[in-house]
């Protein structure tokens, strides 16, 4: 008979020849509860301890993979504790459990540049991946693609080439890297470069992906962050159509994971609200799709799932967003809770600065928006190019035109101070105060600008000068100074001859040439283009087919003429007038009286018949409020005499024995 002890260990072994299998086929649970039996027989087991931990990681079970950790007191678990912290979302604790154990490996170092990176420490990141890269020699393709994330993150896009050089790189190697390059083509300005590459992004994730045997349905899901990016490049190059109906697809088949979803949503919103008329009802609606990526435990916070995965930019962005159409959704309190909680969390950011002023302006506290204003400390020129154009708008609103005359004045960029949507701001303002010339001299000012601009391409260059041009005529006419007009006009013609505002601009030139030299309005008035609406239409057919009108009916009786006759066309037979039939013996220079033209009708519906009236209950009838009409008196019961009189006894026949049926009544 073998003894206990190597029986134990007999079915130890054969639990370990039965674990084996499960591993292999992910079968977790499975696997979970045969180690669960090894340890209940040797609970001091270190290799199905290991297993155990390393199981509980693979089924990402996370939280029991910490809990059980705990209970092992084994402080060489260091590293899956961090692990599983940082798939927990608990990326601090995780950093400090790294920074507090000092064996320095290859794993640490890839799981501690991860853990910076999504903390947004992307200079920290991008120094440990070096050190990865240099010291422990590892330069794999995942740890190259992490490694352009980091830069592109960190705006450092402009260096991404160069590094993807130094590590031997380059975007056909795998889609990640081809995406994370066109990011940074993204960040840089290189929108066609970027559309190209997310291009090749999506056909080598397909061939990666077909070759997994993945089914369609996955392989769309894993490549939705392309394809969402794709979308978002292709709005940037003013394809707003393309990029709303691939957004559109991507929401309806809802395959994408719930962070990638969210981007799609924010974006998608961002596109619709440039072309919505009623903006709070827009607001509204967009709140509602907003709901369902936010915490529902948690006001004012992001899923958790949402919050795990995008970087901080991103969900900055989406929370900026949030709090943006709470204002414009007229949900001013709860605004105004999202920004004290954004500002607790982004302390430096002058996005919420311009939102807070936004959410001042809107409630009609200036004094309180110009506080905000003044004490916005922005590095950034557009975030003060912002500031800036939020002072004027607060100016106007106040009915300061001079002052914000002035702020627009004091915008130190060149560039866009002579930007048109800048100067018709300007020219608006001076117009209302009658400032004419200094419109003009503006006007002036901003074509000499334009003309000796070396950054604006050309495009740019020849639409604000035509843009000046048609001001700077219509300010003229507007003065009385034809001929300068004119002067002006014959520019804005040898600019641009063929638009339709050319020739707006002839025809109110014509006008006003009209008053003072006919002459020269007639000269003007021919060099106006022809009208291509009006080819082949003959305006004498068109008058005769005017109902009405004198030319219609005298066409209509127009007879043919001979030589019409003689080539064929036929006279229409005069009609004749039938003489109306009278009755006999009908004077009609005595007609007598007209006929009744009701006298079809019957007599009760003739405007004429009076309905009779029942007089007898005329005279019955109460008139007055209730209880006014004359009451009998026999009916009131405080009137003597009026007692009620008892009804005489009457003999009652013999009872119906029981049983006993009535007699029937026969024929008679």
Not at 238 to 253: H, M
Not at 356 to 381: C, F, M, R, T, Y
Not at 484 to 505: R, T, Y
Not at 550 to 559: D, E, F, N, P
Request: charged fraction near 25%; hydrophobic fraction near 40%; include cysteine.
């Amino acid at each position: 008979m073998a003894s206990p002890k190597a029986s134990k260990e007999d079915q130890v072994q054969t639990l370990f020849t039965k674990l084996a299998p499960l591993i292999k086929g992910q079968q977790h649970k499975k696997a979970i509860k045969t180690l669960d039996s090894i340890l209940k027989l040797q609970p001091a087991d270190e290799d199905a301890i290991k297993c155990k931990v390393a199981v509980l990681l693979e089924g990402s079970l996370f939280q029991e993979a910490l809990d059980y950790i705990s209970s092992t007191k084994n402080n060489s678990f260091w590293f899956e504790q961090a692990y599983a912290m940082y798939r927990l979302n608990k990326l601090q604790d995780a950093l400090d459990i790294l920074a507090g154990n000092l064996p320095d490996t290859p794993g640490k170092a890839l799981l501690e540049a991860q853990l910076h990176h999504r903390l947004g420490n992307y200079a920290a990141a991008i120094a440990t991946y070096n050190k990865l890269v240099q010291q422990h020699k590892v330069k794999t393709t995942e740890v190259g693609t992490n490694i352009v994330a980091a830069y592109v993150s960190g705006g450092r896009a402009h260096e991404v080439l160069p590094v993807m050089d130094a590590l031997a790189l380059s975007a056909s190697d795998g889609f990640e890297i081809a995406f994370n390059q066109a990011c940074a083509d993204v960040a840089i300005g290189k929108l066609e470069a970027a559309e190209q590459q997310l291009l090749l992004a999506q056909r080598l994730g397909r061939e990666t992906l077909y070759e997994d045997d993945l089914p369609e349905e996955e392989v769309e899901a894993e490549l939705a962050p392309v394809t969402s990016q794709l979308a978002h490049v292709v709005s940037m190059l003013s394809r707003s159509d393309e990029a709303t109906a691939t957004y559109q697809d991507l929401l309806t088949k809802h395959q994408a994971e719930e962070n990638v979803l969210a981007v799609v949503q924010n974006n998608l919103l961002a596109i619709q609200s440039g072309t919505q008329s009623h903006q709070k009802r827009f607001a509204a609606e967009a709140l509602k799709k907003f709901e369902s990526f936010m915490d529902h435990e948690a006001a004012g916070q992001l899923s958790p799932n949402v919050e795990s995965r995008l970087s901080s930019q991103q969900k900055q962005a989406l929370h900026l967003n949030h709090a943006l159409l709470l204002l414009l959704s007229g949900k001013a309190e709860a605004c105004q809770e999202k920004l004290t909680q954004l500002k607790h969390r982004y302390p430096n950011s002058a996005d919420i600065a311009l939102l807070e002023a936004s959410l001042h302006i809107k409630g009609g506290d200036l004094a309180a928006a110009e506080g905000v204003l003044g004490g916005l400390q922005a590095d950034n020129p557009l975030t003060t190019l912002r500031a800036v154009l939020m002072r004027a708008q607060m100016a106007v609103t106040s009915g300061k035109h001079q002052q914000a005359i002035s702020i627009l004045d004091g915008i130190n960029d060149e560039e866009v101070r002579h930007k048109p949507a800048v100067l018709a701001t300007l020219l608006a303002l001076q117009e209302q105060q009658q400032d004419l010339a200094g419109a003009i001299q503006r006007v002036q000012e901003g074509l000499q600008w334009w003309q000796g601009s070396m950054t604006a391409h050309k495009g740019q260059k020849a639409a604000a000068q035509t843009w000046l041009l048609q001001q700077l005529v219509q300010l003229q006419l507007k003065t009385g100074d034809r001929a300068k007009a004119g002067e002006a006009f014959q520019k804005l013609q040898a600019l641009d001859n063929s638009s339709s505002a050319s020739a707006k601009m002839l025809g109110q030139l014509a006008r006003a040439s009209a008053q003072g030299n006919p002459q020269q309005a007639l000269a003007l008035s021919c060099s106006l283009p022809p009208l291509p609406k009006l080819a082949g239409i003959s305006l004498d057919d068109l008058e005769a087919k005017v109902a009405g009108s004198r030319a219609g009916k005298g066409a209509a009786r127009k007879r043919p003429s001979e030589a019409d006759l003689a080539n064929g066309a036929v006279r229409e037979k005069k009609k004749r007038k039938q003489k109306p039939r009278l009755p006999k013996n009908f004077d009609p220079e005595n007609p007598g009286p007209k006929p009744d033209p009701e006298r079809w009708l019957p007599k009760w519906q003739r405007s004429d018949f009076k309905k009779k009236r029942n007089r007898r209950r005329e005279k019955e009838a109460v008139k007055g409020s209730q209880g006014a009409g004359r009451v009998d008196d026999a009916l009131d019961s405080t009137i003597e005499g009026n007692e009620p009189v008892a009804e005489p006894n009457r003999p009652k026949g013999p009872a119906r024995p029981a049983g006993a049926k009535g007699k029937k009544k026969g024929r008679r």
